[in-house]
């Protein structure tokens, strides 16, 4: 497995999940990392990432709530979750350039 994403699980509403993509090897340098979900009959959308000089984009819906991060030298790309909501249900994906998509990790919220 070259990226491979962990931490999610069972919340209740309000609670808080850090999410892990680690890769095998160098991956998270540069821009268009990130992390997308998908919900049950949906398609795959944006939820933040990296874009060009370091900028972070996040969707509208996890603004304030949920804080992409990475950690270079540990070839680690981390997605802080907080207040989180029944709408934020579905399996989480990370992606980079170079290693494509990581295998998703599910994130239940209940209400």
């Known amino acids: 497995v070259q990226l491979q994403a962990s931490g999610g699980g069972l919340v209740q509403a309000g609670g808080s999940l850090r999410l892990s993509c680690a890769a095998s090897r160098s991956a998270f340098n540069g821009n268009g990392i990130g992390w997308y979900r998908q919900a049950p009959g949906k398609q795959r959308d944006l939820v933040a990432r990296?874009?060009?000089?370091?900028?972070?984009d996040y969707a509208d819906s996890v603004k304030g709530r949920f804080t992409i991060s990475r950690d270079i030298a540990k070839n680690t790309m981390y997605l802080q979750m907080n207040s989180l909501k029944p709408e934020d249900t579905a399996v989480y994906y990370c992606?980079?350039?170079?290693?494509?998509w990581g295998q998703g990790t599910q994130v239940t919220v209940s209400s």
């Open positions: 990296f874009g060009s000089s370091g900028f972070m």
């Open positions: 992606y980079t350039p170079k290693l494509l």
